[in-house]
């Protein structure tokens, strides 16, 4: 999986800080002159702890998502406050396109092997309809949904926040996990004031809001060690 960042709005903390301050007081342009980066960062930390979370949606961040499978994308385009550009099926040759195998299939000898006959299968089956002379747009309909794809996003620090939440919980699957994480990591550098230290509902709210198929983790000893450095400061610090 590659994730790359391909741009963001530039000294975005300032300007949001800038732009919240001037609801009370002078306009925002002239507040940007004399704004130091730390204050923005204190005054985006006092607002976004009171709940006023729409300040983080002038923050947008666009990445280029690559090597991930079909799965992942159906996944990540459920998240509908964002948008995207995703490599067509329906315009391309996929006869050579590489699959990902999840992990738990792969570290079996047995599994790995039913799993590469099926995607080989898929692909000669693929490959023969094409020569039959189907068009791409209908041969893909036999492909199986572990073909590697990529895909762009434009999605804003407050989405992006609710994507955390959602796919860094215990229960989301394995390879959404592995894109949030990149991902946040990311965002995480630039404009650290924007995201919640503890992205995980369960730390968040201090129960797991799963239900009956929860991981379990909210009632270990590290849940509540974590819980307790949580609610010690302002939950984006
Ligand atoms: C562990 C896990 C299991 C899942 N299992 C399933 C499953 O079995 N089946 C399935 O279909 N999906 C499943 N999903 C997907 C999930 O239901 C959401 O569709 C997905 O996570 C996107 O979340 P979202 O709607 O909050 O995000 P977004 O679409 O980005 O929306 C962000 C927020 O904006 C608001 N919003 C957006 N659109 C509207 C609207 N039309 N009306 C009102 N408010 C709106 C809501 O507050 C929403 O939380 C699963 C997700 C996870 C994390």
């Not at 794809?149 to 229960?171: E, K, P, Q, Y």
């Not at 990149?182 to 924007?194: A, F, G, Y």
């Not at 009956?212 to 974590?226: I, L």
Request: proline share 4%; aromatic share 8%.
């Amino acid at each position: 999986m590659k994730v790359t960042l391909l741009g963001y709005v530039d000294d975005v903390e300032r300007i949001i800080a800038a732009c919240s301050e001037a609801t009370r007081s002078k306009p925002s342009d002239s507040l940007l002159t004399t704004l130091s980066q730390e204050d923005a960062r204190k005054h985006i930390a006092r607002v976004l702890s009171r709940g006023h979370e729409g300040i983080s949606e002038f923050a947008y961040f666009i990445f280029s998502i690559s090597d991930v499978s079909r799965v992942l994308t159906h996944q990540l385009v459920r998240h509908r406050i964002a948008s995207y550009l995703q490599m067509s099926s329906r315009e391309m040759d996929l006869s050579n396109v590489d699959f990902v195998v999840p992990p738990k299939i792969k570290e079996g000898s047995k599994t790995a092997k039913i799993f590469e006959e099926a995607v080989d299968t898929a692909r000669a089956r693929y490959k023969e309809l094409l020569t039959a002379g189907i068009k791409y747009e209908d041969a893909r309909y036999l492909l199986p949904s572990c073909i590697e794809t990529h895909i762009s996003v434009a999605m804003n620090a407050r989405s992006l926040n609710n994507l955390f939440g959602l796919r860094l919980c215990g229960r989301a699957q394995w390879e959404i996990r592995e894109l949030a994480a990149k991902m946040r990591e990311i965002v995480k550098l630039i404009t650290p004031s924007l995201f919640w230290s503890e992205p995980r509902p369960c730390v968040r709210q201090g129960f797991c809001p799963e239900g009956k198929k929860s991981c379990g983790f909210w009632k270990s000893e590290e849940f509540q060690k974590e819980r307790e450095k949580f609610k010690r400061g302002y939950p984006n610090e």
